[in-house]
């Protein structure tokens, strides 16, 4: 019996949609990122034309450290299941239809966030489930279907274990002046430390003292929630400041031709900054500025507060 | 130890008497017509405290100072779920009688377990993460008083802190009740807005559970596509990590049951769908445009003709901005644009 023989008309054995997952799944590693083009793209797997289009327009399916390799099974399914005459999506075929046209609209405004793709995670799930027992009832096969479960989450574990490893081995607590330094600490020192760890240097910084001037927070609002100063949301990838006038660009970096007021340092009265190792190394052309007019205050984990020579203002208004 | 031992306890309370106090207004005679199933029952218990956001919305967008609003609603709320705390017993126990599988008990042990975690967690974090930064601070300046975000504007003075997010005040609005509550009792880490992350993950995982166990009558068939949901790093981290995910992948998912379920309801479908849209809506703008799609292909697909159609599908569209969508329509009027404008 050819191929044409066991799809039409009769049930799919159940290897053949686990060997098509598993031949899609094998393109993932393939295209996986070779290197950083952009940064924040890097940082989210969609740097470059395949990982852009696996990890992000078609992350569902491919975005597999994420999400796991149950979804690849579904587009193999939803297929098999579309050519057959008593398929189990004939009561809610307009759901069907929903479900695609919500990913589309996910794929093509939200794709970035791998976040947005767990929203259709259980019903996925669910329809792969529902196809494999349904497929296969009998005793045996049953062993089968378990088996198959087994794969899948010793897969998803297989990733979830991989970065627990990586998260637990590195460790940078610094000095406070020093520069970040790996720390070997006993397992469950690390994680409760972890936990609880927050920049109680800066935060007294602010707190304890009566400091003068506002904190130029680049990407970091839970300052707001540990301290009274005033601060100013600011986007180092586009120069973007949040304040009362709405956007506006501040530093003169990532120069742009749009429409956007530009405000100063002085006019928001900004004497610090508020920054992390990792966003300064997303961000060059900020990093450059930070190294061009501050000055290192405290260190203390990720996060890294800055004074602003005040050598700077004195070259602006000149 | 013991401050952890009574915040612990003082969470368990607060969400069990958001739970007890909506059990109870399910034995409401229109009520009890559609909280017939456990899955259906335990999404209106679930939904309660999204209603309960926008309820309070509508409250300071009146203009209602902020304390009366949040004492009366916390009166209510802690009253009637005290008042309603042997009723709700008694249907636990009802449920638990019927198990007789020990996946099943090993299976809310489990959820049991992960609630008490992440209660913990909840009292040992600090605030950290972005955006549960943002909504902390949202949700300290309704507990202050300050409902200047609620009437449009989102740049606060006093402390240079800007909004930036798109979303209705439904998850902001919702940890205000409950840390208003504990600020009366001098825990002010922003602890009951951090946990209703695991709770709502909780939720989802045990209503997901009832729907497969109605679905194949197996409790271990049941349990294994949960296994299969949670087996992923992604779906793990936005179940402990605290943020939006858990309660807006639960709203959404709940439009889908209602949709799947649209025969059972009956005449009162296109109440229950415009409630439950209106709700998912109030939680994140996502959520509006799922919405939109899935009510949009309710209304192709829906066997009504003509005026009655329109007719029906317009009281839902009257609850969707009624609980929920309005938050959009000002935005979009005389705020800052939503999605369309220039933040």
């Known amino acids: 019996m050819g191929l044409r023989g066991i799809v039409i008309g009769r049930s799919i054995p159940w290897w053949m949609p686990g060997l098509v997952a598993m031949a899609l799944s094998a393109l993932w590693f393939i295209f996986y990122s070779t290197g950083p083009i952009d940064s924040v793209a890097s940082y989210r797997g969609i740097d470059g034309t395949p990982q852009k289009w696996f990890n992000g327009h078609l992350g569902l399916f491919f975005k597999i450290d994420m999400l796991g390799a149950v979804h690849l099974f579904l587009l193999p399914v939803f297929i098999w299941e579309s050519l057959k005459k008593k398929s189990f999506f004939k009561n809610s075929v307009h759901l069907v239809w929903g479900f695609w046209i919500s990913f589309i609209l996910v794929s093509a405004l939200a794709y970035f966030n791998y976040r947005y793709w767990i929203t259709f995670s259980l019903p996925v799930v669910a329809i792969v489930f529902k196809y494999l027992y349904e497929n296969l009832r009998s005793k045996s096969d049953k062993v089968l279907i378990w088996a198959i479960a087994l794969l899948l989450c010793v897969q998803g574990f297989n990733i979830f274990a991989k970065r627990i490893y990586n998260k637990l081995n590195t460790n940078s607590i610094t000095s406070e002046t020093g520069l970040p330094q790996k720390v070997d600490k006993p397992v469950g020192a690390s994680i409760l430390a972890r936990l609880t760890f927050k920049p109680n240097l800066v935060f007294d910084f602010f707190n304890k003292n009566q400091v003068e001037g506002a904190v130029l927070l680049n990407g970091l609002p839970m300052f707001y929630t540990h301290c009274r100063q005033k601060a100013f949301m600011y986007f180092a990838e586009r120069d973007i400041v949040y304040s009362s006038i709405g956007k506006s660009h501040l530093l003169d970096i990532n120069t742009s031709s749009d429409a956007l007021p530009r405000l100063s340092l002085q006019d928001l009265n900004i004497q610090y900054v508020l920054s992390s190792s990792s966003h300064n190394q997303m961000f060059k052309d900020f990093k450059k500025w930070i190294d061009e007019n501050c000055v290192l205050l405290i260190q203390e984990g990720d996060i890294i507060l800055y004074r602003i020579e005040h050598s700077h203002e004195t070259r602006k208004s000149t | ?343």
Not at chain 2, 44 to 53: G, H, N, Y
Request: charge should be positive; proline fraction near 2%; aromatic fraction near 20%.
């Open chain 2, 1 to 343: 130890m013991i401050n952890i031992i009574v915040g612990i306890s003082l969470l368990l309370t607060l969400w069990l008497t958001l739970f007890s106090s909506a059990n109870l207004l399910c034995s409401n005679m229109v009520l009890r017509k559609i909280t017939t199933r456990h899955v259906d029952r335990w999404i209106f218990i679930a939904a309660f405290p999204v209603f309960l956001s926008v309820v309070i919305y509508y409250l300071l967008l009146f203009n209602l100072p902020a304390n009366f609003v949040f004492g009366v609603m916390a009166l209510l709320v802690i009253g009637t779920g005290i008042f309603g705390l042997p009723v709700f017993s008694r249907y636990i126990y009802s449920s638990f009688r019927h198990i007789n599988s020990r996946v099943e008990y090993a299976f809310i042990a489990a959820l049991s377990f992960f609630i008490l975690i992440s209660f913990f967690l909840s009292l040992i974090m600090p605030v950290y993460s972005n955006d549960l930064a943002e909504y902390v601070m949202l949700s300290r300046y309704f507990i202050d008083g300050n409902t200047q975000f609620i009437d449009g504007e989102r740049f606060f003075e006093n402390t240079g802190f800007y909004y930036i997010g798109l979303h209705a005040p439904g998850f902001p609005l919702l940890g205000a009740f409950g840390d208003w509550v504990f600020s009366l009792h001098n825990y002010g880490n922003a602890v009951f807005i951090k946990s209703i992350t695991g709770v709502y993950a909780a939720l989802l995982l045990f209503v997901s559970y009832l729907y497969f166990k109605k679905v194949w009558n197996r409790p271990i068939v049941a349990v294994m596509p949960i296994f299969l949901f949670i087996s992923s790093y992604g779906v793990i981290i936005s179940m402990v990590k605290f943020h939006i995910d858990t309660i807006r992948i639960f709203t959404i998912l709940a439009v889908v049951y209602v949709i799947l379920n649209k025969n059972r309801f009956s005449s009162l479908y296109y109440t229950i769908l415009g409630v439950v849209c209106g709700l998912a809506c109030f939680i994140h703008s996502l959520n509006v445009f799922f919405v939109f799609i899935l009510v949009f292909i309710d209304f192709i697909n829906s066997d009504l003709r003509g005026y009655n159609k329109f007719l029906k599908y317009f009281i839902s569209a009257l609850y969707i901005i009624g609980l929920g969508g309005i938050y959009y329509l000002l935005e979009l009027t005389f705020g800052s644009g939503w999605v369309l404008g220039e933040l």
